[in-house]
């Protein structure tokens, strides 16, 4: 199992790297205006902003019930399963930090898509690989003992 987690932990961290090195591009391009912002009012802002928000509404609880619901059997199907929660549940972050810098106007950057990565980040923190989760989620439920 501690092999699992090791793996795991690569996504875990993979992914706040990514959106450290998102942000890190972004500011720096910001900062130097190596690109155009777009108005977060035209109709490429609104789009923009639906589908950074569409995707994290759809993705973050699929994410979350992911292992609930498909119930793996072996460590090896756990592992998929796990990794796919941790790249579902976090893959608004960059991009809502993106959209951040990307939507920027003359009184700062768009705050409504910091939240969105903000939220991303929360949910990010509850798919930290350990092993008693691991253990946990691979024990089969027993029937006897209620669930309310």
Not at 36 to 52: C, E, H, K, W
Request: with cysteine; glycine share 4%; hydrophobic share 50%.
């Amino acid at each position: 199992m501690d092999k699992v987690v090791r793996h795991l932990n690569y996504y875990y961290y993979g992914v706040m790297a990514l959106t450290l090195i998102a942000m890190t591009v972004m500011y720096y391009a910001w900062t130097k205006q190596l690109y155009t912002p777009i108005n977060r009012d035209s109709a490429l802002g609104m789009a923009v902003q639906y589908f950074i928000i569409f995707d994290a509404l759809i993705t973050i609880p699929l994410g979350l019930y992911l292992i609930k619901w498909r119930k793996p059997a072996t460590l090896e199907k756990y592992q998929k399963l796990a990794s796919a929660r941790i790249l579902l549940v976090s893959n608004a972050m960059p991009l809502g930090i993106i959209a951040y810098f990307w939507m920027a106007n003359e009184q700062g950057c768009y705050m409504s898509m910091f939240w969105v990565a903000a939220i991303s980040a929360i949910a990010w923190f509850f798919t930290k690989p350990t092993l008693g989760k691991v253990d946990k989620e691979m024990t089969p439920e027993d029937p006897n003992i209620p669930t309310y």
